[in-house]
């Protein structure tokens, strides 16, 4: 019964999106617009270290698997914003301890996948010293190249919260460009207010060799984001992001909730899957190629 019910309103969903995503500028010729297409609080890795005995491919993880049908239909290319460290109840796991097992199919998929630092564990901390964050942005970097590729490490990034003031910017190498919020009320990293507003505007601003770019849209539970798309169409540039809990919860969290959660939680996730799969898609018929920014 309650598989019954998610399945329906995941079919209710598809079929209000095919009724509207279909309208574009006209027929799509050659152009240069480009999207970037980003996860943020990725704990995919951590799930993917505890349960490695589950996993004999990479792609057999239902969010891996996911994504690479989207890259395989519509030409996905996505960046996955990850933490160093992941919450496992009393304990954490580190991303140092990532197998190797996977490292030939990271290898190739290089081509449509980047995985980028975003903090240094999902809890925020605005009091983080400058050498623990810089530690553990380079322990990340150094990790992915470890149990994939130094092509996979992304140096478009989004950071926790969007944070990261002058002193800890100042630390860190390798970065080309910061998405800043898609908030215009929010503050981003080291910008002033008249930067943020600038940035705001559509407008990139180079500091100290990075790229300060605005975050466009988010599509979390967004059920008019085909209609919030069309609104940005013209733009040459767009940022579209999600977050993975709004995709994929780890399994062993369903046991500390009620059936009334479960139900409420796999709900969530077959809309936003479906909310994702559809902007994916819009994206593509749109005439966007999916860009690293890189």
């Given at each position: ?43 995919v890795l951590g799930d ?89 942005y380079n322990n990340v ?47 981003s990293y080291n910008l ?103």
């Amino acid at each position: 019964m309650r598989i019954d019910l998610i399945f329906l309103v995941v079919l209710f969903l598809n079929a209000a999106f095919c009724s509207c995503s279909t309208s574009h500028l006209s027929e799509v010729e050659e152009t240069h617009r480009v999207v970037h297409l980003s996860l943020d609080d990725v704990e995919v890795l951590g799930d993917l270290i505890k349960h490695q005995q589950d996993y004999d491919s990479l792609f057999q993880h239902p969010l891996m698997a996911f994504l690479q049908e989207l890259h395989s239909k519509h030409g996905l290319r996505i960046t996955l914003y990850t933490y160093e460290s992941f919450n496992d109840g009393d304990s954490y796991i580190s991303i140092q301890d990532m197998p190797l097992k996977y490292k030939s199919e990271f290898r190739k998929s290089s081509d449509w996948l980047r995985i980028g630092y975003h903090s240094p564990r999902a809890d925020f901390d605005s009091l983080v010293s400058v050498v623990a964050f810089r530690n553990s942005y380079n322990n990340v970097n150094s990790a992915i190249a470890q149990f994939a590729d130094s092509s996979i490490v992304a140096s478009t990034l989004r950071f926790h919260y969007f944070f990261a003031p002058d002193s800890l910017l100042s630390v860190l190498t390798g970065i080309g460009s910061l998405l800043c919020a898609d908030d215009s009320s929010r503050s981003s990293y080291n910008l002033t207010p008249s930067e943020v507003e600038t940035v705001a505007r559509g407008e990139r601003i180079v500091k100290n060799g990075i790229s300060y770019i605005r975050t466009d849209l988010r599509i979390d539970d967004n059920l008019r984001v085909i209609r919030d798309l069309k609104r940005l169409e013209t733009a040459d540039t767009l940022v579209v992001f999600t977050h993975e809990w709004k995709l994929w919860h780890r399994p062993e969290n369903d046991d500390r909730r009620s059936v009334a959660g479960k139900i409420k939680v796999r709900i969530g996730e077959g809309v936003n899957r479906e909310l994702f799969k559809e902007t994916v898609k819009w994206l593509k018929e749109a005439g966007y190629k999916f860009s690293f920014l890189e």
